[in-house]
């Protein structure tokens, strides 16, 4: 009897009895992704392969292009514009937030322009920068170092803001001075603030390198994309935007886990 | 163990842009003495606190044993009604260091000090958590060690128990009176607890409703401690506060408009 109603449980709850909770999670993550692909399968038997190609034959894309490395080439081609450019990007906007948050008057004269800029997407200035900057690598890596700075600016200029003012008389009253104020008070008080704006601009980073590839690049997988329209190559558009989300993925996965590696005790 | 300052107010005035919020503000406390600040929500107490932790400009002046006030200084410890001043990003350790590492004080002596205020407020237990892990009262007593650890002359306190449950607010103040002993400094403490302020005050200062808020009496409690709060003294002492305060409460509220002028009778 008791054996038979534990069978039955089994049954109903196999993961949750079997696995735990957390494996169980990602179980169904998994199930679910391995449905889409199903789906997609299933619809590219009724399509050309030109129109939407099915997953074997994108997969099997995939290989052909990572063996012969241009895969590889193209992800680290992406993957190299968006650190670079991000990372300037993040090193210079904190300290110039920073600044701009405590300094009224630089924030009066920079303010006009951020208002005016803040609507206009990087993208838009594609041609001034290959313009101005010619071709090369460094052209998209300003744009992304544009899009980044931006958004770490404003965000730690929000986080400068947002400082609880009493903590800062509780810091003056135990003898901090101006700088000491700086440092031991409103940086750590903004961290939370930098933080988001730097995992926003990675997004925005991404969405910049692609565009500024499409436009400008003959590497990257923006480059890819494009060029597979030239081949009629929808399966290579596909490793293409695959290739992205993943990276994508990674990028982020890898910013939360040094988040929460090295600026734990800021996040509370 | 710094001995405590005296304080000496004199002429002194606070507004904001046009609003006269305190004036005129004559008060001399002695080295070491303990004054409780009473008067209406709103009259000024905060302000004046502020003022003499060096946080506003005033009108007068206002001298913390040989030397004005113009800014904050270590000398003047500041004990705020929220624990959210403690650093959060800091363990209950690091936040009571935190004066001493400013001062550039070597490690190890910075921790062994940090250590000894720690026990002081009973916090041994949770030197190494973080506020956020801390119930309120464990908080208020972190703040506590953080300003005593710059062994100030003069403690400035704003309602510091003012949040909390009344068995912990027992504690706490049997504690500060411990400390106060110890130490010697010259406290100031915001309160709206007339049986706080009996229990702890040498003397108890009433202001009265703002604007242009001032001292209104000043009440010397010169009962022996620890105090009982069910002596015919301190009966008397309370009545008479209260009905200071009552009047003061009254006057306000007839100011904030929420309460009708009463026909003298
Ligand atoms: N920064 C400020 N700017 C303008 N007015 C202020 C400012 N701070 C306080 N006030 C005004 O000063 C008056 C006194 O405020 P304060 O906080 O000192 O009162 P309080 O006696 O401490 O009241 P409570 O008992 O409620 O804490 C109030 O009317 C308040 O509105
Ligand atoms: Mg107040």
């Known amino acids: 009897m008791t054996d038979a109603t534990q069978g039955t449980m089994m049954k109903r709850f196999p993961f949750n009895l079997r696995l735990g909770p957390e494996l169980s999670k990602i179980l169904i993550g998994v199930a679910s992704v391995i449905c889409g692909v199903l789906l997609w399968h299933i619809a590219s038997l009724y399509t050309s392969p030109l129109f939407l190609p099915s997953p074997v034959s994108v997969g099997q894309t995939a290989l052909e292009m990572a063996s012969d490395g241009s895969l590889f080439l193209a992800i680290g081609a992406s993957a190299w514009r968006i650190g670079a450019g991000w990372a300037l990007g993040v090193i210079l906007g904190v300290p110039l937030g920073l600044f701009m948050g405590r300094f009224a008057v630089v924030r009066l004269i920079v303010d006009p322009y951020i208002e005016f800029f803040r609507f206009i997407p990087p993208i838009a200035f594609v041609t001034l920068a290959v313009i101005w900057l010619g071709p090369g690598e460094i052209t998209k890596i300003a744009l992304i170092f544009y899009t980044t700075i931006f958004i770490v600016t404003l965000n730690t200029i929000a986080g400068v803001n947002a400082v609880n003012p009493l903590r800062l008389q509780a810091a003056r009253s135990m003898g901090a001075g101006k700088l000491a104020e700086m440092t031991t008070v409103i940086f750590p008080s903004a961290v939370p603030f930098m933080l988001t704006g730097a995992r926003i601009a990675m997004g925005n980073s991404f969405l910049t390198v692609v565009s500024a590839e499409i436009v400008s690049a003959q590497t990257g997988l923006g480059a890819m994309i494009w060029t597979a329209r030239n081949f009629g190559r929808t399966d290579w558009v596909f490793v293409g935007i695959i290739s992205l989300g993943i990276l994508g993925y990674l990028f982020d996965r890898a910013f939360r886990l040094a988040t929460q590696r090295w600026f734990k005790r800021f996040l509370f | ?265």
């Not at chain 2, 363990?91 to 004080?105: C, D, H, P, Q, S």
């Not at chain 2, 506060?241 to 006057?251: M, P, S």
Request: hydrophobic residues 40%.
């Open chain 2, 1 to 265: 163990m710094a001995k405590g300052a005296s304080i000496k107010l004199d002429h002194v005035g606070i507004s904001f842009g046009d609003a006269h919020i305190v004036s005129n503000v004559n008060l001399d406390i002695r080295p070491g003495e303990f004054i409780c600040l009473l008067g209406p929500s709103g009259c000024g107490k905060s302000t004046l606190l502020n003022a003499i932790a060096g946080f506003l400009p005033v009108a007068g002046t206002i001298s913390v044993g040989a030397d004005r006030v113009s800014k904050p200084g270590l000398d003047r410890g500041v004990v705020f009604q929220s624990a959210e001043v403690l650093f959060p990003w800091l363990t209950i350790r690091e936040n009571v260091e935190y004066g001493l590492r400013l001062a550039g004080v070597p490690a190890k002596e910075r921790r062994e000090k940090a250590d000894h205020f720690i026990g002081l407020v009973g916090l041994a237990h949770a030197a190494d958590r973080f506020p956020k892990q801390l119930s309120g009262g464990m908080r208020q007593r972190a703040q506590i060690a953080r300003v005593l650890i710059n062994e100030p002359s003069v403690v400035l306190m704003d309602e510091p128990f003012g949040a909390l449950d009344a068995q912990t607010r027992e504690v706490l103040q049997g504690e500060l009176d411990r400390i106060w002993r110890e130490t010697g400094c010259t406290i100031v403490f915001v309160t709206h607890d007339i049986w706080e302020a009996l229990l702890l005050a040498d003397r108890v200062v009433v202001m009265t409703a703002g604007p242009s808020a001032g001292i209104k009496t000043i009440e010397k409690i010169d009962l022996p401690h620890p105090r009982d709060q069910g002596s015919a003294e301190c009966l008397e002492l309370f009545r008479r506060l209260r009905d200071d305060i009552g009047e003061e409460v009254k006057r306000a509220l007839v100011q904030q408009g929420l309460k009708k002028e009463e026909p003298v009778t």
